[in-house]
T-cell receptor, first 115, second 114 residues
Framework: QQQVKQSPQSLIVQKGGISIINCAYE??????FPWYQQFPGKGPALLIA?????SEKKEGRFTISFNKSAKQFSLHIMDSQPGDSATYFC??????????????FGTGTQLKVEL | DSGVTQTPKHLITATGQRVTLRCSPR?????VYWYQQSLDQGLQFLIQ???????AKGNILERFSAQQFPDLHSELNLSSLELGDSALYFC?????????????FGPGTRLTVL
């Protein structure tokens, strides 16, 4: 029940196109859904996050869409650029017994943006 | 740069040995988290500390232990190392330890066990 399922595993998009990565969760106690971007040899960097009281959040070219009833959320990268080529992870967290804050990660999507 | 620092960047050691990984959180953050990233297991939560106390535990092996010191830096100790412990180990920090807090990751320590 703690899983977060992410798809696709890899994605190739043309420069200027839209990249879409999807995630689904099972645990209804999750109430915070961040996306992380990771370049080779670097740590994951927080990109954008959403809470279930809104259905969409936009920051620049990055948008999270959230569907609470379907228990799904997705990342849209508009006008994708070669510099966006990286691995993207969705994650989820919720209130744990004792007040902890662990992140449960999806398996990652390797995005390549071609010229 | 997230403001989270980790040392060393790389560590090569042999099976059966013990190593210590160190993490300093962002200024003002009270909570520290440890994650393991491997090709077969992905990013897995190990353990969380808040202001010196253990707050949450994941699938951390008994051979692994951690602590957070009064100055808020944290150390992850890995003992009786096995080949399968080779992975990237990340530290993250957040302002508080409550659910839904933003976590900022350090650059990681790459551990290779030969």
């Amino acid at each position: 029940q703690q899983q977060v399922k992410q798809s696709p595993q890899s994605l190739i998009v043309q420069k200027g196109g839209i990249s879409i990565i999807n995630c689904a969760y099972e645990n209804t106690a999750f109430d915070y859904f961040p996306w992380y971007q990771q370049f080779p040899g670097k740590g994951p960097a927080l990109l954008i996050a959403i809470r279930p009281d809104v259905s969409e959040k936009k920051e620049g070219r990055f948008t999270i869409s959230f569907n609470k009833s379907a228990k799904q959320f997705s990342l849209h990268i508009m006008d994708s650029q070669p510099g966006d080529s990286a691995t993207y992870f969705c994650a989820a967290s919720g209130v744990l017994t004792g007040g902890g804050n662990k992140l449960t990660f999806g398996t990652g999507t390797q995005l390549k943006v071609e010229l | 740069d997230s403001g989270v620092t980790q040392t060393p960047k790389h560590l090569i050691t042999a099976t059966g040995q013990r190593v210590t990984l160190r993490c300093s959180p962002r200024s003002g953050d009270l909570s520290v988290y440890w994650y393991q990233q491997s090709l077969d297991q992905g990013l897995q939560f190990l353990i969380q500390y808040y202001n010196g106390e253990e707050r949450a535990k994941g699938n951390i092996l008994e051979r692994f232990s951690a602590q957070q010191f009064p100055d808020l830096h944290s150390e992850l100790n890995l003992s009786s190392l096995e080949l399968g412990d080779s992975a990237l180990y990340f530290c993250a920090s957040s302002q508080s330890g409550r659910g839904g807090q933003e976590q900022f990751f350090g650059p990681g320590t790459r551990l290779t066990v030969l």
